[in-house]
């Protein structure tokens, strides 16, 4: 493994309570301590999705602990990619960084099974991430 800094992700949501704070749990559980995890709403929400912390609990991840963030331009600017979850324009764009946007349906208000396929999407959009991130390192 090379010795460059750690790679950092920020995602954002409107929110920060439910995609987000799933991409956020997935992104630690699976990379450890090999990826900077960030995530951060512009315009919080009071609590994370009770439903976003059920369906990632039936997975094995608690994110009942997280609270939803604040998206600043210093969280945009520390990190490496920039992950967009329907915030719209409400994202700061700085040069130098990637930027992804995932279209995904807002659990907001949805029970877990409505949070399911969009716990299992972001899962599998994680898993994609950490590979592209894993590879861009080792070049």
Aim: proline content about 6%.
């Amino acid at each position: 493994m090379s010795s460059s800094p750690l790679s950092s992700v920020l995602f954002v949501c409107v929110h920060n309570a439910g995609r987000s704070q799933m991409a956020a749990g997935f992104l630690s559980h699976l990379a450890g301590d090999r990826i900077e995890v960030r995530s951060a709403g512009s315009v919080p929400g009071d609590q994370v999705n009770p439903s976003a912390v059920e369906a990632m609990k039936e997975v094995g991840i608690d994110i009942a602990d997280a609270e939803p963030k604040i998206l600043t331009t210093e969280a945009v600017q520390a990190s490496d990619y920039v992950i967009t979850m329907g915030c719209g324009d409400a994202c700061p764009i700085f040069p130098g960084k990637k930027y992804l946007d995932w279209a995904l349906e807002d659990p907001a208000g949805k029970g877990v099974e409505a949070v399911r396929p969009i716990r299992d999407e972001i899962k599998t959009r994680i898993e994609a991430l950490i590979a592209e991130i894993d590879a861009k390192q080792e070049a």
